[in-house]
């Protein structure tokens, strides 16, 4: 299982999580919760106590993620599967994304 921590506007959010069967899950921290004043990182994962589950890489991750040539180039460079998404946001989305969410990879 690989995990990083969600940063929003560099806080921790929460926990995403790729599991050994390829599916992922996204948590929000208990301390994000209890903050009314913190919101969900985007539309499609609304603040709430439940956990998410997915097949895929959650669309709003993936969204992060390079395209075309930048992620051939990016893949190439640092020797990551084209196919490998989580891989590849947990090397991309931690110094450099649009927006208020950054990726940090859990060792």
Same mark, same amino acid.
């Given at each position: ?9 560099e ?12 599916s *992922?899950? $996204?948590? %929000? /921290?208990? +301390?994000?919760?209890?903050d ?6 985007? !539309?499609?994962?609304?603040k ?9 890489? *959650?669309? $709003?991750? %993936? /969204?992060? +993620?390079?395209?075309g ?7 190439? !460079?640092?020797?990551i ?10 090397t ?10 950054r ?5």
């Amino acid at each position: 299982m690989r995990q990083a921590r969600v940063l929003y506007k560099e806080k921790e959010a929460g926990i995403l999580a790729q599991h050994d069967d390829a599916s *992922f899950t $996204f948590r %929000y /921290n208990d +301390l994000w919760m209890t903050d009314d004043g913190k919101p969900g990182i985007s !539309l499609t994962l609304p603040k709430t106590k439940q956990e998410y589950n997915s097949k895929y890489l *959650f669309p $709003f991750f %993936y /969204n992060l +993620l390079p395209e075309g040539s930048n992620k051939q180039v990016v893949c190439k !460079l640092l020797r990551i599967d084209a196919d490998d998404y989580f891989g590849l946001l947990l090397t991309t989305a931690k110094t450099d994304t649009i927006g208020a969410v950054r990726i940090i990879k859990i060792e």
